[in-house]
């Protein structure tokens, strides 16, 4: 009989929504010798900014085969634990109160999370296929809850809590998860399924309509890079959105996206025309959509791999994100979803915005790359955008 594979194991509960807490159990069935070092990320791959996520754990300890164990914090977002000759778990809680696509957020008409803020690296195995356990929270008032997300399935069911399966930390963390109750809708793009995952309530939401647009909008894009095979770089595909009353952004990832929009971007049935809140939207979703490429599989240097504990410097983000700015309007003329005469109004609206501000003559585009860090990133797309 062959032998079973060593896995990285993480059981996640939102354990009181009203109080915002999500409780992790990471079990880890070999640790290292000379005791487990373990971290949470800092920032968050496609949000160039130091988060400190750790700063949201406000409990964390470590038993040993059922005992307590020693667990030393060594820095701002690192902890050893003791030489453990078992089974080694560490059970800590996330304060989840973060309403953006880059951290978690937990309340009770929703949950969401990125790996980077809830699920600790396990030094020395990130290799190793890593197991989640998703929980669903107690109570009949959550029984319709159901999850989204392009983690894919162990045991688990389709949009059902259970276990899911990464083949390594870092496809871990670049999978999103949304739990609640949402409206779902599925088309295919060149023959890969996709979703889309509406959280909030949108009165008379047009889903026929969005799903025809983002079909265009996907097909447009698959065709752009992948000319001669048209097939795209995942099996499948989600666009978790969260529409809330007020908002906007997006944070890709390999196989998803997560976007927050306001209501009222969304199209709702009898609505024809296209109104410059929905054209908003799917520039939004054009845009994360193009970087499933541009940025996940062409990168720079120094994110191969990333380094999630400090930053990652380079001069190339005018590139990756100025670029992603550029053609995510021009997909939407060329999916046909807008004519050019939008396009055009499109493209003055960014000139006129980066000819009234005054960071074009202060940084060229790469220093505005390297200071992403600790500046708005804005001036950078749009000066792209408009010098293309």
């Known amino acids: 009989m062959a032998a079973r594979r060593e896995s990285v194991q993480y059981r ?4 009181d929504p009203a109080l915002h807490l999500f409780d992790i159990t ?6 290292a010798i000379n005791g487990q ?19 949201n754990i406000v409990s964390i300890s470590a038993r040993c085969d059922g005992r307590k164990l020693r667990l030393t914090k ?27 696509v880059r951290a978690a957020h937990l309340d009770q008409t929703h949950g969401f999370f990125n790996g980077t803020s809830v699920f600790l690296k396990v030094h020395g195995k990130e290799s190793l296929p890593h197991i989640v356990d998703i929980q669903p929270p107690e109570g009949d008032v959550y029984a319709a809850w159901r999850i989204a997300t392009s983690l894919p399935e162990h045991k688990a069911r389709r949009h059902r809590f259970g276990t899911y ?35 909030g309530r949108v009165p008379k939401l047009d889903k026929v309509r ?32 969260l529409a809330v009353g007020d908002g906007y952004g997006g944070l890709e990832h390999r196989a998803s996206t997560a976007l927050i929009c306001a209501r009222n971007d969304l199209p709702v049935i009898g609505q024809i025309e296209m109104s410059d809140a ?29 380094d999630l504990s400090q930053e990652n410097y380079t001069p190339l983000l005018w590139l990756f994100e100025g670029f992603t700015s550029y053609y995510d309007d021009l997909m939407l003329l060329r999916a046909g979803v807008i004519d050019s005469g939008a396009y055009l109004k499109l493209i003055e609206k960014t000139i006129n915005n980066v000819q009234r501000g005054s960071g074009r003559l202060k940084q060229s585009v790469a220093e505005s790359s390297f200071d992403a860090w600790t500046k708005s990133g804005a001036i950078l797309r749009g000066v792209v955008r408009w010098m293309m």
């Open 165 to 199: 399966i990464a083949s390594d930390y870092d496809e871990l963390i670049d999978h999103p998860v949304e739990m609640g109750e949402f409206e779902l809708i599925r088309f295919d793009a060149h023959g890969v399924p996709h979703e889309m995952a509406i959280t």
């Open 210 to 241: 969005l799903a025809a647009d983002l079909k265009k909008i996907c097909e447009a894009q698959i065709a752009f890079f992948e000319p001669a095979s048209k097939a795209a770089p995942m099996n499948r595909y989600v666009f978790l959105t």
């Open 12 to 15: 996640i509960s939102p354990v």
């Open 26 to 31: 990471l079990t880890i069935a070999k640790p």
């Open 37 to 55: 070092l373990v971290s949470l990320p800092a920032w968050i791959p496609g949000s160039y900014m130091i988060r400190e996520f750790a700063r």
């Open 278 to 306: 929905y054209r908003g939207f799917l520039g939004l979703c054009s845009h994360e959509y193009f970087h499933t490429w541009n940025v996940k599989r062409i990168k720079p240097a120094v994110f191969a791999p990333y």
């Open 74 to 100: 060594l820095d701002k977002h690192s902890w050893q634990a003791a030489p453990c000759k078992g089974e080694l778990q560490i059970q800590y809680q996330v304060y989840a109160w973060d309403l953006s």
